[in-house]
T-cell receptor
Framework: SQTIHQWPATLVQPVGSPLSLECTVE??????LYWYRQAAGRGLQLLFY??????ISSEVPQNLSASRPQDRQFILSSKKLLLSDSGFYLC???????????FGPGTRLLVL | SQQGEEDPQALSIQEGENATMNCSYK?????LQWYRQNSGRGLVHLIL?????REKHSGRLRVTLDTSKKSSSLLITASRAADTASYFC??????????FGKGTLLTVNP
């Protein structure tokens, strides 16, 4: 069966510090991968998605970047965090050509 | 911008009652999905209805889709305290990206 992991679960970082969040999928090959951000009490905002290694599409201009160094690994990064980067970050995957997405447990980021 | 908009934003019912949540979207879709999120957790897929379908059932869930009104509804019958969660609709287009609404917070009181 397929599983998706995210780490860390919780992160508190000072403004201006770098960020690296990792997402790994097991049990499937060549998945579509997605990064979302969820502000408190709000819906999900799609940040990045990837259909293959090294292929990243950005949905919203921002302080963040994403990379896919391996088929089942998706990384969300920032060189300098802003207060507005605080939120709940969710990684998801889907089978290529399928519509349903499967979500990881999320990383709660607090920038102080 | 967010396409899906759920209504109501919050719903509180007693165990055993039915819960109905509505969703509207703005552009043409291939499918409409509903997801559930327990507090502080990831989302779990509940059900998908395609644009050429009008109604779909899965256990205690019933979803309807009206493409002429660009709206969908999720009905949870015989609700349980364990159904307490936020429910999101997500509209899917031809590019396999989903656009999520802001969600409905459902509280089922025992």
């Amino acid at each position: 069966s397929q599983t998706i992991h995210q780490w860390p679960a919780t992160l508190v970082q000072p403004v201006g510090s770098p960020l690296s969040l990792e997402c790994t999928v097991e049990g499937t090959s060549n998945p579509n991968l997605y990064w979302y951000r969820q502000a408190a009490g709000r819906g999900l905002q799609l940040l990045f998605y990837s259909v293959g290694i090294g292929q990243i599409s950005s949905e919203v201009p921002q302080n963040l970047s994403a990379s896919r160094p391996q088929d089942r690994q998706f990384i969300l990064s920032s060189k300098k965090l802003l207060l507005s980067d605080s939120g709940f970050y969710l990684c998801a995957w889907s089978v290529t050509g399928a519509e349903t997405q499967y979500f990881g447990p999320g990383t709660r980021l607090l920038v102080l | 911008s967010q396409q899906g908009e759920e209504d109501p934003q919050a719903l509180s019912i007693q165990e055993g009652e039915n819960a109905t949540m509505n969703c509207s979207y703005k552009t043409s879709i291939n499918n409409l999905q509903w997801y559930r999120q327990n507090s502080g957790r990831g989302l779990v897929h509940l059900i998908l209805i395609r644009s050429n379908e009008r109604e779909k059932h899965s256990g205690r869930l019933r979803v309807t889709l009206d493409t002429s009104k660009k709206s969908s509804s999720l009905l949870i019958t015989a609700s349980r305290a364990a159904d307490t969660a936020s429910y999101f609709c997500a509209s899917g287009g031809s590019n396999y990206k989903l656009t999520f609404g802001k969600g409905t917070l459902l509280t089922v009181n025992p």
